[in-house]
């Protein structure tokens, strides 16, 4: 094989670029194991989709999304990390500790590596209609929690019927003057105790049986029309925010079969680190937390990850001078 048909061997490979990359980046890169980052499609992550970011630590006047973004990567690229522009499309990952991993990059490169951190996030689902598709950022939100506070006092409107739509609902309910919610099946999937929290909710107006038929409004919405799926009858209401909790979908596809998920595709990690069932393999951030989601806690257990991948490696190069 000559010199440049050589596969290239690392020590860290991060996959996905959100806060968890960034931060197992920024870790990985001070503790010298010259990580090397793809980024995936959508380079920075769901961040890149919100404006505002307010409830990040240490930006007390708040920051945008892909300020935020660019700026995390400039930390981790200060360190050494090496960023490159590129999607992992298929993973060979090894069982034996201190065994190589592979993965093949936009389905031609291949790289080898020590460790890999994994940190490929989730995708909010969307209903996938044109108008709300037109207003995405503008008033059609797929995080409360991020964007909720924008909306504080006026009429707002949210789609789904399980956990967090009815969490999304009462927060919101908290800090908006009214919450529609619709569900468009007559009962909530939601668990009951979360139910009950909605309709002793007095702000908020939840219509079962109930979709979307258009979001209105050119530029930001000013409206919804509903629609209820028994009688068709048509309804239009003026808010000026919609959220959208219809579930996520972690960016697993790529490791099934190899690494354990649980039902809905999350990966499952030892409790209180980042392992995952194979050694040398650690998991970040939103693509193993269906729970909390927040660029915070992604970038908190971004930094676990980097820390597991520095202890695993230390334990593997000192078994092996033993064996030497
Ligand atoms: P779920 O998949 O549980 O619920 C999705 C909801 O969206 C369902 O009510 C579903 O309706 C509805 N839906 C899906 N597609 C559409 C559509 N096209 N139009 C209208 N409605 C639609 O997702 P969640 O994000 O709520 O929860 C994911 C997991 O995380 C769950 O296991 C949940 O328990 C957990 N979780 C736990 C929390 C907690 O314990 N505090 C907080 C948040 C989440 P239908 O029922 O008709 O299919």
Not at 150 to 168: M, S
Request: aromatic share 6%; net charge negative; glycine share 10%.
């Amino acid at each position: 094989m000559s010199e440049e048909n050589k596969t290239e061997r690392i020590k860290c490979l991060i996959i996905g670029s959100g806060p968890a990359g960034y931060t197992a980046a920024i870790y990985a890169a001070r503790a010298d194991l010259k990580p090397i980052m793809y980024t995936g499609m959508e380079p920075g992550g769901q961040l890149t989709t919100t404006t505002e970011v307010d409830n990040f630590p240490g930006y007390p006047e708040g920051i945008d999304g892909p300020t935020m973004m660019v700026q995390l990567q400039q930390q981790a690229e200060r360190f050494g990390t090496e960023v490159r522009i590129g999607m992992v499309t298929e993973v060979q990952l090894s069982k034996e500790v201190g065994g190589i991993h592979k993965a093949c990059v936009d389905n031609k490169t291949w790289v080898e590596a020590e460790t890999v951190i994994i940190s490929t996030g989730a995708t909010a689902k969307y209903l996938g209609i044109p108008s709300e598709q037109k207003l995405r950022g503008g008033g059609v939100s797929a995080c409360a929690v991020c964007d909720g506070f924008f909306y504080k006092g006026q009429d707002v409107a949210i789609v789904g019927g399980g956990d967090t739509a009815a969490e999304e609902a009462t927060y919101l309910a908290n800090i908006c003057n009214k919450v529609t919610m619709l569900v468009r099946k007559d009962e909530m999937r939601a668990s009951k105790a979360m139910q009950h929290r909605v309709t002793s909710t007095k702000n908020i107006d939840l219509r079962y049986n109930t979709e979307i038929d258009e979001v209105l409004g050119e530029q930001v919405v000013d409206g919804l029309r509903m629609v209820n799926n028994q009688t068709q009858e048509k309804e239009e209401i003026a808010i000026t925010g919609l959220f959208i909790a219809i579930g996520h979908k972690p960016n697993t596809d790529i490791f099934k079969g190899q690494l354990e998920m649980d039902e809905t595709g999350y990966l499952i990690t030892e409790p209180k680190t980042t392992k995952t069932n194979l050694p040398g393999v650690f998991a970040s951030g939103d693509v193993q937390d269906k729970d909390y989601r927040q660029a915070v806690t992604a970038a908190g257990t971004g930094c676990m990850a980097a820390l597991d991948a520095e202890r695993y490696l230390a334990t593997v190069e000192s078994e092996e001078e033993v064996t030497a």
